[in-house]
């Protein structure tokens, strides 16, 4: 009996943290017994676990579970009847929407101590630890899903939902499960290629069941500027979203525990900002317009840009926030302070004798920064965005999004890392997914992904050293629409299902898979 206990235990990788704690223990010590339960519902006594039963095994999942530890017993699927209850009002939005999907009655918040029906799944809030982590048991005919933080629970829910995909059933046994990096992303480029509401919508469902917590949206860009403004509403694109089916966006994402980041980049990449604004477009001595660059030695560059700050912090309540800063085109000529002189006097008059265009973009970027912090957020920039070398150092609570080394004076992630920067991984040689694949991009593969990325992989296809670890958030697989017309939105849809699966599943759990890739795409296929 002790060897078949310890065979049963199946650990499938190795947590970061504490898990997820509740009081109740595997949460035996709070259901009746089966008999009990049959007799104060009406209902027939549930199959009684006994050793006629095999050891369950651990659950199929994208991304695959921490730990399980089996039992015997006939599992749980949803049935006729059966009931979805929560311990806590902060859970009834995950209650009735799991009710929904799983074609189950929401029965609402009942005490530990209230009717317990066979067929019932209860969801709870309890114990310490990661907010994002939670246990399942299965047990008894009845399923418990308990964590410390409404996330984590959700998180659970997702966890039975593909259990029970295709009327499947969600094996006997406790699963104790979180993710290894608290920040996973998805970002969408709208700017250069206007997606609809529906289909962004429809990617936050698959996320959401795919335990992602983050949609960054790229929203402004030289193509287009896609979100209805009230304060500057002439910059606006004629193809673009209302605030009302953002407002409904940034709902179905909140619903399953996603945030969405939005980002107005700058100073580069502002050409649809710019049309309107053409007395603030950026030129070189010789009076030649920069693309998509704005003047930054203007004030009146500076207050138009902070009026969309300020007017989308309302729209976007979550805690990020993307300032963008990177190919500001000033800083790619061979000297700055000789191809755009009024910079190069704005440096020095703002930083001193010394300062260079780079002080001055710094300076740019921490303004920026100054406005959005006012509105409580976490900003993250464009590694590009950062310069060796200047006296004017970026924000220290700017968090770095690390994308590529080809940039002028490319910086290794190391530095970054050194310095103490919280980093975040779109490592663009397996993250980006660049329609028309221009330049030296090529799309990228799940099993690519799959079978050798970490999220200690910055920049290229080496890791930074392992100590580093705490620093780097997460990570976010992006499409950026550079040849919009390469491919229909139904295209990057099934271009990215795969890639998707696959970055998840290392966010989750960096260590190697246990499953093969074959294994891991046929069950991305059942699953959906």
Request: net charge neutral; with cysteine; hydrophobic share 35%.
């Given at each position: ?55 369950s ?14 039992a ?12 979805v ?6 859970l ?60 984590g ?9 593909q ?26 480029d709208?700017?250069?290629?206007p997606?609809?509401?529906?289909w ?9 069941d ?49 945030q ?34 704005i ?30 800063g ?10 700055p ?70 940039e ?33 991009f ?31 958030l ?11 017309g ?43």
């Amino acid at each position: 009996m002790v060897a078949a206990a310890f065979a049963g235990t199946v650990a499938l990788g190795t947590g970061i943290g504490v898990w997820a704690t509740s009081g109740g223990g595997d949460g035996a010590a709070r259901q009746p017994s089966a008999s009990a339960r049959a007799t104060s519902s009406g209902a027939a006594p549930a199959p009684t676990p006994t050793r006629s039963y095999p050891l369950s095994q651990a659950p199929r999942t994208i991304p695959a579970v921490r730990s399980h530890t089996a039992a015997r017993g006939p599992g749980w699927r949803p049935r006729q009847g059966g009931r979805v209850v929560v311990s806590n009002g902060a859970l009834a939005d995950e209650g009735r929407l799991t009710a929904s999907e799983l074609g189950l009655s929401y029965a609402g918040q009942k005490g530990a101590d209230d009717d317990v029906r066979p067929g019932d799944l209860r969801l709870d809030l309890g114990g310490s630890g990661d907010p994002e982590s939670y246990t399942m048991t299965v047990r008894g005919g009845s399923v418990r899903i308990s964590g410390p933080g409404d996330a984590g629970v959700f998180y659970g829910t997702r966890t039975l939902k593909q259990e029970v995909h295709g009327g499947g059933t969600a094996p006997e046994g406790v699963v104790r499960d979180q993710p290894a990096k608290p920040q996973r992303g998805f970002m969408l480029d709208i700017a250069r290629k206007p997606f609809t509401a529906g289909w962004i919508e429809s990617r936050i469902r698959e996320l959401g069941d795919l335990k992602f917590n983050q949609l960054g949206l790229h929203f402004s860009d030289d193509q287009g500027f896609r979100i209805e403004s009230d304060t500057h509403p002439e910059i606006v694109s004629r193809d673009h979203l209302t605030k009302a089916q953002v407002k409904e966006i940034v709902a179905v994402a909140a619903a399953r525990h996603i945030q969405v980041v939005p980002e107005i980049d700058s100073p580069g990449h502002l050409g649809a900002v710019l049309a309107a604004h053409p007395e603030l477009r950026l030129r070189n001595a010789q009076g030649v317009v920069t693309r998509g660059a704005i003047d930054i030695s203007k004030d009146a560059s500076a207050e138009l840009v902070d009026d969309l700050l300020d007017e989308y912090a309302d729209l976007f309540p979550g805690s990020y926030w993307n300032l963008g800063g990177d190919e500001y085109q000033a800083l790619t000529v061979a000297n700055p302070q000789a191809s755009y002189p009024q910079l190069a006097a704005a440096a020095r008059q703002e930083y001193g004798s010394g300062a260079t265009v780079a002080d001055l973009t710094t300076g740019w970027l921490n303004a920026r920064a100054d406005t959005v912090r006012a509105h409580e957020r976490t900003m993250r920039a464009w590694n590009d965005g950062f310069f060796r070398g200047t006296s004017v150092q970026p924000a220290e609570d700017l968090q770095v999004a690390y994308w590529t080394g080809k940039e002028i004076g490319a910086r290794q992630p190391v530095e970054y890392l050194r310095a103490g920067r919280k980093v975040l991984n779109y490592n663009d040689e397996y993250l980006y997914y660049v329609l028309g694949e221009p330049n030296t991009f090529v799309y990228p593969t799940g099993q690519r992904i799959y079978e050798q990325w970490i999220p200690r992989m910055l920049r290229g296809t080496s890791a930074v050293a392992a100590r580093y670890e705490p620093q780097i958030l997460g990570g976010s697989f992006a499409v950026w629409c550079d040849l919009a017309g390469s491919q229909t939105q139904d295209q990057v849809a099934a271009g990215i299902r795969m890639p998707l699966r696959a970055t998840i599943q290392k966010l989750w759990d960096p260590a190697p898979p246990t499953m093969s890739w074959t294994d891991f795409k046929a069950l991305a296929n059942r699953l959906g």
